[in-house]
């Protein structure tokens, strides 16, 4: 639907008439909205718009500038993306201490297997700065001595470098609404549970804690909501008996990266929509892809006996009929 579209993103403090206000804007300058979302989420207001600019009259740098004064007048942040001219999407990293998503990704990079250029990793502490260096990736640290990110350092990187989408490769933090409003479906995250089994903290040791017999990964859109978006693509394991949450991760943590690089692909293929927080196949019948398990689980599952109440019913109703008859 965004094919060829510019997308306009509005955040900040909600305030009445600017839905009005950016909208009368627009269409002055013939500028037609294609589609147009909004929402508040603690106390910060986000619009999303994806409109027409191709006989717009006005100049890219002019409608820059006009919106960002009319974002200040109504102290809101106004961004404005561009159809991009590259064939290749810019991929942002975000990272903390664990190294296994983030090298896997670099390793699909540089075999050209990714479908991305990952321009830019972006850490809340700076360990895994080697390791974007060795690929000659530059890497920014955000993070102060405990790790807590500035977000709007975050923000000015992924605006510098033009991103369009964003992989957190088990990147520990929470991301504000500041940044999800920003990249709405633009955000994948891998978390060690079968969502949304397990969200927070420590999920392998949740797992534990249950006695699930079967543990997983997922990989979903980031939203608000805390591991609460719409799921891309999950991996699942059997868990040992007396297993420990280390043993666990030695498990989960291949599937994690595994998990992560489908779902990227997917969405950098554009193959997947989102609609009513659920994701789908855009062209089922155009691709070889699939969300879910593999048909060969589905084969092995048995088929009987199955609940087959309308039939019961559908054949009492017949012996009714006939004794009436």
């Not at 979903?220 to 280390?246: C, K, M």
Request: net charge negative; hydrophobic share 40%.
């Amino acid at each position: 639907m965004t094919d060829g579209l510019t997308e306009i993103t509005v955040v900040g403090e909600d305030d009445t008439g600017i839905v009005a206000e950016i909208t009368s804007f627009l269409f002055e300058r013939s500028i037609n909205i294609e589609d147009l979302d909004q929402a508040v989420r603690e106390g910060t207001f986000r619009m999303t718009m994806h409109v027409d600019t191709s006989e717009m009259v006005t100049t890219e740098a002019k409608l820059r500038k006009d919106l960002d004064e009319l974002g200040d007048e109504f102290g809101v942040d106004v961004r404005v993306r561009f159809p991009s001219v590259s064939e290749r999407q810019s991929l942002a990293v975000l990272v903390t201490k664990e190294s296994h998503c983030l090298e896997a990704l670099l390793e699909k990079w540089d075999d050209g297997d990714l479908g991305a250029d990952i321009d830019v990793v972006i850490g809340n502490h700076s360990d895994l700065k080697p390791l974007a260096t060795e690929y000659g990736i530059p890497f920014h640290d955000i993070g102060d001595e405990s790790g807590v990110p500035d977000e709007d350092a975050l923000l000015d990187l992924l605006a510098e470098y033009d991103i369009d989408l964003i992989a957190l490769a088990r990147y520990i933090r929470i991301l504000s609404p500041e940044v999800v409003f920003r990249y709405d479906n633009r955000i994948i995250n891998v978390h060690p549970s079968l969502l949304p089994s397990f969200p927070g903290a420590s999920a392998y040791m949740q797992a534990i804690e249950e006695g699930v017999r079967i543990a997983g990964v997922t990989a979903h859109y980031v939203t608000t909501d805390l591991d609460q978006g719409p799921i891309v693509s999950q991996r699942a394991f059997n868990v040992p008996d007396d297993a420990t949450e280390e043993e666990l991760q030695q498990l989960g943590q291949p599937l994690e990266a595994e998990a992560l690089i489908e779902a990227i692909k997917l969405h950098l293929n554009d193959e997947i929509t989102v609609h009513r927080g659920r994701t789908k196949l855009r062209n089922p019948e155009d691709t070889d892809a699939q969300l879910g398990a593999p048909e060969a689980i589905d084969r092995q599952n048995p088929n009987g006996p199955v609940d087959n109440y309308d039939e019961i019913v559908d054949s009492v109703a017949d012996e009714v009929a006939s004794a009436d008859d």
